[in-house]
């Protein structure tokens, strides 16, 4: 692969070598089924357990809290729709936020055809729920709350700690997609009143294709995979072994590093918010200023487009992505940025760049220097910015 | 998928060197077509004299493909008489693209309309009439009216 500069890593990460290094055994050597009786397989169950309590300890969890999953997606199903069918005595209702991840709205989706009823709150134009809302919308057979740990578009961060309290407060369940807050955010379990959290292996260096679901210690869920007796009989299908130790090394390696990480994240993003927004006229950041993920950063630039955006980006070697329309397959730009009250023509001119700390000060450099003669460029052929040229001259 | 497998070559070269960018000052006829809520906005100038289309030129704001049959859609009316360009169809605009992804296929509707608006207007300007040319149903302005 030629020279990129990879500012997509809310998509997906690269998996370190080091963490790579600690699956390899278990693909080659240690191939047993980590489910067998014989000694061979042991090695696998001992690797199993291990990154679970790696993983408990990082969250402040107990090892038999956390259940592995094919992924964030899979968690997000299975905490929706188990407790929707474990609680369906009790009641009917729902209540999740307009921004979340599609893992969860269109589960709630598929819910409201089977007779559940889902509340979608209102975000502010920075993207955050509003707490009052939340309490107005609880009722009497309100279930479950679902609200992301922080988004995956706009960086921001919900006020989870309130919100797990509120929920608490009235007896109610509460779920989170923290697949972009986990490794990135400190999550404290003992501190938080969170009762299921969806995690992902693959957004911390870690391999595509494993997450987990932690579930509080007496909360009843219902199996989401049927099969073999796995995860206690919770969740059947051979163990992923090397996938599974991946993401035990991606969180102890994700552990060692925070600080330092997060720092250099948050010292790099500032750097660039701050030169774009400084540098490219009819610019706005989208997302919360403070309460925002590390390595999120988010733009609208009026006039222009995604899509075309990114490919010329592509052509100078940035790999970035867009909330347009045109990227998402639908004649609608992102529902998030829909949700924080943008116009369509402004929501379809928006730009992610989700950087790690593996980003260098001369990445950002160029893809400044880059991105001003790309929105030049894209302006000088757009009409809308002819328009508003002549608007403005009058 | 990703876009940029999806896209011909020659999508690309038009995207990436889009021909005849731009305005005409006092020109013969200007169609705006498409709206900023899907996120493609087509404007086409056309310079047309004795009843021969001698330049376009356009401006747009969308996607790769909207650039691209944009781009395409002035190559193939320069040079074209009234009623030749009449007949430049989105599947004309398409072909000449080596194809587009089906769900661009509207980005070459939007460029055969932009040049029927942009002949509209030359023709309402000089009080003619152009057999067979409708008036333009998707406009700029319907959108901004709903402001």
Redesign the interface.
Known sequence: MENIIYLDNAATTAVKPQILETMKPYFEEYYGNASSVYRFAGEGQKAVEEARREIADFLGAKPKEIYFTGGGSESDNWALKATAFAKREKGKHIITSKIEHHAILHTCEYLEKLGFEVTYLNVDENGLVDLEELKKAIREDTILISIMFANNEIGTIEPIQEIGKIAHEHGILFHTDAVQAYGHVPIDLNELSIDMLSASAHKINGPKGVGILYVREGVRIGSFIHGGAQERGKRAGTYNTPGIVGFGAATKWANETFAGRIEKEIELRDYLIGRVLKEIPYTRLNGHAVNRLPGNANFSFRFVEGESLLLLLDQNGICASSGSACTSGSLDPSHVLLAIGLPHEIAHGSLRLTLSADNTKEEIDYTVEKLKTIVGRLRSMSPLYEDFVKEQSK | MS??LEYSEKV?DH??N?RN?G?IENASGVG?VGN????????IYLDIQDNVVKDAKF?????????ATSSMATELIIGKTVEEALQITNKAVMEALDGLPP?KVHCSLLAEEAIHAALWDYAQKNHIVIPGLKPPVKD?EEVSEEK
């Open positions: 876009q940029v690309m995207f990436n889009p960018v305005e705006t900023a809520k899907c996120g493609d906005i087509m404007r401006k747009t704001f969308g996607c790769g493909a909207a650039v769900v700029i």
